[in-house]
């Protein structure tokens, strides 16, 4: 499991700088519909309506590249605004034009020489891209604040962080309370700190019983834990059990909700779950469908259907035949 960052910032009108950990890549198109080209090839990302959430699907490096392009500087605020800016604001500013620039380390660099919450949450988020979760945490505890994201108010209105909330579902964060402690959640994550994490992703899913994201979140972190109690195995399911499958995000829910119960042996349960799901695979990510159907598959072998778990495995290998070990399971190999 773990959270996958990345990190965009909008440099002219339908541009788009994104710094993950393989690289900057540029992005191209409308909001809610864009093409990243990347190290990574092209990766479309597709706006859920109505929901400000992302799904992306990756296709390899050299296929169907949209377009490339050199990272452009960001805008650049004029003489007197500059004037009316704290030091702190400046170093803030100057670390967000190094970000534009595509130079991450020397953003990381400006970002820690100011002791400004907001320079501390930056700091922290790029410690994360760097897989330094200890120290990515203690910089986001020096960032906890009322004032968190004030400055980022007043320099960066285009700026935007995108958070992997999986490998599939990505949502945009701010520089806030919600945004500092899915943060948080990775940095302790990362260092398998799970209690911790689960306290803090609880709290934020207290506030908002309707946020998505959070549920995404919260529901992710227990399933794919194997330091999950029963007990808040069974609370997942409880969590979730009104979760109807409108939105790729629910999809998602429900995928591991599946594997929940299958955690607790209830294998009925959880292929008629992922049944469920299946028969609403239109505007889907391809490979969370595929997922999908190989769960089935595999608590289909467990209670002995056979013939149902090798339609599985077939439909997953006219779609991928280098998917997992679907091959060796169809004895292809």
Do not use: H
């Amino acid at each position: 499991m773990g959270f996958r960052f990345f990190k965009r910032m909008q440099v002219i009108p339908g541009i788009t700088l994104n710094f993950s950990k393989s690289g900057v890549s540029t992005s191209f198109g409308p909001k809610g519909l864009k093409y990243t080209v990347g190290p990574k090839g092209t990766r479309y990302t597709a706006g859920i309506p109505g929901t400000g959430l992302y799904y992306t699907t990756t296709k390899g490096p050299g296929k169907n590249k949209r377009a490339t392009a050199s990272p452009a500087s960001p805008p650049e605020m004029g003489f007197l605004q500059r004037l009316t800016l704290t030091n702190d604001e400046k170093i803030l500013l100057q670390g967000f034009e190094k970000l534009g620039k595509g130079d991450t380390s020397g953003a990381s660099v400006i970002f820690q020489s100011s002791n400004c919450t907001d320079c501390r949450f930056m700091s922290g988020f790029l410690a994360i891209g760097r897989d330094q979760y200890a120290e990515a945490e203690q910089f986001l505890l020096q960032a906890r604040s009322p004032d968190l994201g004030t400055m980022v108010t007043k320099i960066g209105g285009e700026f935007e962080l995108l958070l992997d909330i999986t490998e599939y579902i990505e949502a945009p964060i701010g520089v806030d309370d919600r945004g500092w402690s899915l943060c948080m959640v990775e940095a302790l994550q990362g260092q398998e700190k799970y209690g911790e994490a689960v306290e803090i992703i609880n709290d934020e899913w207290e506030k908002n019983v309707q946020d998505k994201v959070i549920c995404l979140s919260l529901t992710e972190l227990v399933a794919m834990s194997q330091n999950a109690s029963a007990q808040e195995l069974k609370d997942i399911v409880k969590m979730t059990q009104d979760v109807e499958n409108s939105e790729p995000i629910d999809t998602n829910i429900l995928y591991l909700r599946a594997y929940v119960l299958y955690r607790l042996n209830l294998v009925d349960a959880g292929t008629s779950q992922l049944t469920s799901i299946i028969r609403k695979a239109k505007d889907r990510p391809e490979e969370l469908m595929m997922d999908i159907r190989y769960l089935r598959g595999q608590m289909y072998e467990e209670n002995g259907e056979g013939a149902k778990a090798k339609k599985d495995y077939q439909q997953i290998y006219s779609q991928k035949p280098t998917y997992g070990d679907v091959a060796s399971k169809l004895n292809l190999n």
